[in-house]
């Protein structure tokens, strides 16, 4: 995984919250999880992203293929055009992700 360095102390890096947001919650320090929170008041559509993203990453780290509709669901129905895209890519090939997510690896 990327490890960009950190952002000076009142900016944000684009790149930065990227990786933040796609770790593990339990795996961030608080002042991590604290920026995090900070960008999420940036905007409603940037809190919205970060839980739509860390749902996501959840599901493919823990393959929970059950979990797929529900996520689409929420994707398509938040209007931010990425994810709509997004969710809209995924149902085009729904039944390949669905294995995929559904694959036990040996």
Same mark, same amino acid.
Not at 60 to 65: D, M, V, Y
């Given at each position: 995984?990327?490890?960009?360095?950190?952002?000076?102390?009142?900016?944000?890096?684009?790149?930065?919250?990227?990786?933040?947001?796609?770790?593990?919650?339990? +795996?961030?320090?608080?002042? +991590?999880?604290?920026?995090?929170?900070?960008?999420?008041?940036?905007?409603? %559509?940037?809190?919205? /992203?970060?839980?739509?993203?860390?749902?996501? #990453?959840?599901?493919?780290?823990?393959?929970?293929?059950?979990?797929?509709? #529900?996520?689409?669901?929420? /994707?398509? /129905?938040?209007?931010?055009?990425?994810?709509? +895209?997004?969710?809209?890519?995924?149902?085009? %090939?729904? /039944?390949?992700?669905?294995? #995929?997510?559904?694959?036990?690896?040996?």
């Amino acid at each position: 995984m990327l490890s960009p360095k950190k952002p000076e102390e009142n900016g944000f890096s684009v790149r930065w919250l990227i990786c933040l947001v796609l770790r593990r919650p339990e +795996q961030l320090t608080l002042e +991590q999880a604290q920026e995090v929170l900070r960008a999420s008041t940036l905007h409603p %559509d940037v809190a919205l /992203a970060f839980k739509l993203t860390q749902a996501e #990453a959840s599901m493919l780290r823990e393959r929970t293929a059950q979990a797929l509709p #529900a996520w689409l669901t929420s /994707a398509r /129905a938040r209007f931010i055009p990425e994810f709509v +895209q997004l969710a809209q890519g995924i149902e085009r %090939d729904l /039944a390949a992700v669905e294995a #995929a997510l559904s694959r036990e690896d040996k």
